[in-house]
């Protein structure tokens, strides 16, 4: 109970924290939204018309920094991120629920797969270390997560869409099919998400699978699992129930984080296929210097994390009691 | 690259001509077919937030043309004029007064018939809601007022003929019995917008990937638009575009693609076309408060030490070309382009001409081959360009080699887009590589005036809308002013002249290259596209108003 204690205090201050920076940080790039705002509309607009837009927008560049802040927390309680200023009029919430579930999506769906499949691979290399499975598997996929997710994607869209023409090459969805709720729509949405998917999978891969084959082997080696042989137990139950119940233990950890980083959306691959999630919004807001976005989404992120890693904190003290012991 | 275009020029405005306006297309396959999707492919860096109020600077680029039209279309290219919603219009003979007759028989999509009063609403709407006001119309109206049933009259403050390209051509015309109900018009966000023009966003018409224009069926061009449909993908990024519009997906493109030859034309040579007219200098401007931009001899020194078709070939793949220092863009305004004056001083790449021109203001070479003045300070001064223009930091870097060799040195400083005009607004820069931030015009006045027109600038420190360098000379001045105010052009033709003799002379800005509008276009099915040959409207999907144009005459073959 109490190392659950301090890791919730842990939590709260690297919030505050957290939500400090995310203040500071829009602040100390050259410009600022006053300054976006009159370049936007090309130094051309009246004063007046700037001032309309800037109460519009609710920038109050009168107002000092330490009243700024206070009324930046105050918001947050309200879950009130302001007003975007490249989709004006729309709010920063708004815009966020458009592109949070294409990221969940794609990029959660593709980390389940590419977790699920890294460990079987993993716990199968493993078991027959050694074997063909082993001495292929395992290195491939380790080399090719060393690639960047951009450069994969960009082969995939040139192998699989331009040259064979299997599946589209860019968007989340056909233009021709309208986006209410259906089996078209779902069709659609999921034939869009193949290539994306395969290219976030296939270079992610090859850490859980290292990870996962590794901890099986150190596993192996000990006396239980000599025991349980010994007892004449069946290969499989040993397998799963001995052996990969206790090796998957930090993969779990490192799954529950890697589902923390999932909201700031495969940056890279979302850019490349043009996918209207998370890390499109992202890259968007700091080319249009949307600073309230910017902050929406950073501060999105930088929760996602946190609670990943706090739920990888209790994953590990329930899973093993050796943790909490220690604590 | 591209980026630039949609930031600088993307949220201007422009205009185009006519055929259109009397329904008789020219095509060479006889009557257009109707029907038929077309695919629109520009980067404009955004997803849609599907909204259409055109008075929102983030959105008007989407709304206006096709679902809400000007008074009358003005082509950017070429200055000609197309009545739209006003049949005509007559300036009055102080110039000071300008009166629309109104079209009748013009409906709004929602069925409501236009009237002169919905036109006298908008223009009283941007008054009390001076956030609309993205043209500043206000700055020159004085009073908007109907006259009988169909006319609509305009007054100014003070003559300012060129300013009817920004109220007839730059203005979205809303309807009165809508927005009259929205109580907050600067909030509004017009998700299902009600227009006078050919194409209609309807409910479920747009999703944050894709608006789908549907045809207005009861637009009152009788027989037009002759597409079903329009489609407007979002993108983000430049390289997703140019594949969508290399593999045949869009037909219409905006985009800046290196290599168009092989990457794009050669997919299909047959229908795979571009052209790249140009619309507005990309020049180098000078600090005139700064020592010695002060003295002519080194303005000239700097025009004479810059070899622009290098710049052109080797800093812009050559799609843009080379800039005159007239400061009239060729060959788009040829018409106003005075070749007797440009041939007698001829800039052309000379160094020896410049190092004999800064001796003769009194400098000294180094002997680094750098001249100096006589307390000894280098001709060496920074200059500022835009990061992630890269095209721009090739052409700088063929300048300052150039420079070198007439003995000036630059050192070239990269500042993000919004640092950097802020930089140019306030005057704080020695020498800075680009074009202004204000939209060209239909002819070459409205990019001269914001460059040297002295009103339009401000004291160092203070926000300029134009004039960077501070050009403060009473001669420009009184020529932009009585430019104003002529509707002659006999009379414009013969002031331009007089100030292309000032830019030739004084060189208060250098031209070096010209930017263009990017435009590809498949005839793959679709004919009906400006050409060279029939330039009758900018032809970027940027270019607006220009677009609406486009999509009345392209058909389907």
């Known amino acids: 109970m109490g190392y659950l204690v301090r890791r919730l205090e842990f939590f709260l201050v690297t919030l505050w924290a957290a939500l400090t920076l995310n203040f500071i940080l829009p602040r100390l790039l050259p410009g600022g939204p006053e300054v976006a705002l009159r370049t936007r509309f090309h130094g051309r607009v009246s004063p007046g018309t700037i001032k309309s837009l800037e109460v519009a927008l609710g920038i109050h560049t009168q107002q000092g920094q330490l009243q700024q802040y206070l009324e930046y927390l105050g918001n947050l309680l309200h879950g009130d991120l302001g007003v975007s200023l490249g989709f004006y009029p729309e709010r920063v919430t708004q815009v966020i629920m458009v592109a949070l579930p294409w990221t969940l999506g794609l990029v959660g769906m593709a980390t389940v797969i590419a977790f699920v499949l890294g460990t079987l691979i993993g716990i199968f290399g493993a078991w027959r270390r050694g074997g063909l499975l082993d001495s292929v598997l395992p290195p491939v996929f380790v080399v090719i997560s060393a690639f960047p997710y951009f450069w994969v994607g960009l082969i995939c869209i040139l192998l699989f869409s331009i040259t064979l023409g299997w599946f589209p090459q860019a968007f989340g969805s056909s233009s021709e099919v309208t986006s209410e709720l259906s089996l078209p729509y779902v069709l659609d949405v999921l034939w869009h998400s193949i290539l994306p998917a395969f290219t976030i999978v296939l270079t992610s891969i090859g850490g859980w699978i290292l990870t996962m084959r590794n901890n099986m082997i150190t596993t192996l080696a000990e006396d239980y699992i000599r025991m349980a042989r010994a007892k004449g137990l069946s290969p499989t139950r040993i397998m799963f129930q001995y052996a990969a119940r206790n090796a998957i233990l930090p993969n779990l950890v490192g799954f529950a984080m890697s589902l923390g980083f999932v909201i700031s959306g495969a940056l890279l691959v979302e850019i490349v296929f043009n996918y209207p999630g998370l890390g499109t919004f992202l890259l968007q807001a700091v080319n249009n210097e949307d600073f309230s976005l910017m902050q929406g989404l950073f501060l999105l992120i930088t929760v996602a994390v946190l609670l990943a890693v706090v739920a990888a904190d209790f994953l590990t003290a329930w899973l093993d009691p050796r943790t909490r012991e220690r604590a | ?557």
């Open chain 2, 1 to 557: 690259m591209k980026r630039r275009g949609v930031v600088s020029i993307g949220l201007l405005v422009l205009v185009t001509v006519l055929a259109a306006a009397c329904g008789s297309p020219s095509s060479s396959t006889g009557t257009p077919l109707k029907g038929g999707t077309l695919t629109i492919d520009n980067e404009s860096g955004t997803l849609w937030n599907c909204g259409f109020n055109p008075f929102n600077g983030n959105v008007s680029f989407l709304a206006f043309g096709p679902v809400y039209e000007p008074l009358v279309y003005d082509n950017l290219l070429n200055d000609r004029k197309v009545p739209m919603l006003a049949s005509s219009y007559k300036w009055s003979s102080d110039s000071k007064s300008l009166t629309f007759t109104i079209r009748s028989g013009v409906k709004w999509s929602d069925g409501q018939p236009f009237t002169a009063a919905d036109v006298v609403y908008t223009f009283k709407l941007i008054k009390s809601n001076n956030a609309l006001d993205l043209q500043s119309v206000w700055s020159v109206l004085s009073d908007v007022s109907q006259q009988g049933s169909d006319q609509v009259v305009m007054t100014f403050q003070s003559p300012a003929v060129p300013y009817f390209y920004y109220i007839a051509n730059q203005q979205p015309i809303v309807p009165e019995h809508v927005w009259s109900k929205i109580s907050d018009p600067v909030a509004e966000k017009n998700d299902i917008p009600v227009g006078t023009g050919p194409f209609m966003v309807k409910a479920g018409g747009c999703t944050p990937q894709n608006i789908s224009y549907t045809r207005n069926p009861n637009y009152w061009q009788s027989g037009q638009p002759y597409l079903d449909k329009v489609n407007y993908p979002a993108f983000t990024d430049n390289d997703p575009a140019n594949q969508y519009l290399a593999s045949g997906q869009a037909q219409w493109g905006g985009q800046f693609i290196p290599n168009i030859d092989s990457y794009y034309v050669k997919k299909d040579k047959a229908n795979n076309h571009y052209w790249f007219p140009p619309i507005q200098n990309v020049n180098i401007f000078l600090n005139h408060t700064v020592r010695p931009f002060d003295n002519k001899l080194v303005r000239q020194a700097i025009a004479y030490g810059v070899d622009r078709p290098k710049v052109s070939k080797i800093g812009e793949y050559g799609y843009q070309p080379p800039g005159s220092q007239t400061g009239i863009v060729i060959p788009t305004f040829n018409d106003w382009y005075d070749s007797s004056q440009a041939q007698k001083y001829s800039y052309k790449f000379d160094p020896a001409k410049a190092q004999q021109l800064l001796q003769q203001a009194g400098f000294s070479k180094g002997s680094d081959g750098i001249f100096k003045d006589a307390s000894g300070k280098r001709l060496s001064f920074t200059i500022y360009s835009i990061s992630g223009y890269t095209d721009w930091t090739a052409s700088l870097q063929v300048v300052q080699d150039n420079l070198k060799q007439a003995g000036i040195e630059i050192k070239e400083q990269d500042l993000s887009h919004d640092d950097y005009f802020n930089h140019l607004f306030v005057g704080d820069f020695q020498m800075a590589y680009g074009s202004l931030s204000t939209s060209p015009g239909p002819n070459p006045y409205y990019e001269l005036r914001n460059t040297l027109y002295s009103q339009t600038s401000a004291p160092i420190g203070q926000t300029a809308a134009g004039d960077y360098g501070r050009w403060t000379d009473a001669q420009t001045d009184k020529l932009i002013e009585r430019f104003g105010a002529t509707t002659d052009s006999a009379e414009q033709h013969s002031l331009m002249k007089q100030i292309e003799g000032i830019m030739l002379e004084q060189v208060p800005v250098i031209p070096v290259t010209e930017s263009v509008a990017w435009y590809q276009y498949s005839t793959k099915g679709f004919a009906g596209w400006p050409t060279p040959s029939d330039p009758y409207a900018a032809p970027a999907p940027w270019n607006i108003p220009d677009w609406e144009q486009v999509m009345l005459r392209v058909h389907k073959t």
